[in-house]
């Protein structure tokens, strides 16, 4: 199953502009996936497009990773009011979406605590648990995932670079 850009599954459909799709090499190995699509993703139909794309994109380059050859998708997909986090109900919407997308990937990491949230199935704390991969299951296959802070918070926080760039030498591995 895959999103429609006419999807209407739950209540953030009311205030978007696009669903935004993923994006990249639909048969790579790694995927990562982020919260929910911000105002720049929204108006593209892109993921990760705005600031925290080039932050990602950055990374992924110096870490010999392009956009191009990775497979980059949100929880939900289309943005929720004022950016704030998606709901429960909402992430669950989105989850028959999001689990094909991932089917048969070796590695995922997750940007952000929402997004391991919603794959992991339990409350994620942040700082216990980037960069400590695990094994998760997806519509009966095995995984890797690699829980990372998300892109933003290398606004605020400028050593979140390098824990980003860490989640991505831990992929590398898996491969």
Do not use: W
């Not at 705005?50 to 050859?69: F, P």
């Not at 095995?142 to 892109?151: C, G, N, S, V």
Request: charged share 30%; glycine share 6%.
């Amino acid at each position: 199953m895959t999103a429609s850009k006419d999807c209407r599954r739950c209540a953030l459909c009311t205030g978007r502009t696009n669903v935004v799709m993923p994006e990249g090499d639909p048969s790579s190995p790694i995927a990562f996936v982020g919260e929910a699509p911000g105002a720049k993703e929204d108006e593209a139909g892109r993921p990760f497009v705005g600031l925290s794309g080039r932050v990602l994109n950055q990374l992924l380059e110096e870490e010999g990773l392009y956009r191009s050859k990775v497979f980059i998708t949100n929880t939900v997909k289309c943005r929720p009011p004022g950016n704030r986090e998606p709901t429960q109900a909402e992430m669950d919407a989105c989850l028959p979406c999001l689990e094909s997308e991932l089917e048969g990937r070796k590695v995922i990491i997750t940007l952000g605590r929402s997004a391991a949230r919603d794959l992991l199935k339990r409350p994620v704390v942040m700082r216990d648990e980037v960069n400590r991969p695990r094994k998760i299951t997806i519509r009966g296959k095995d995984a890797i995932l690699i829980p990372a802070y998300h892109p933003a918070a290398s606004f605020y926080n400028r050593k979140v670079k390098d824990s980003i760039r860490e989640s991505i030498r831990n992929a590398r591995t898996y491969l």
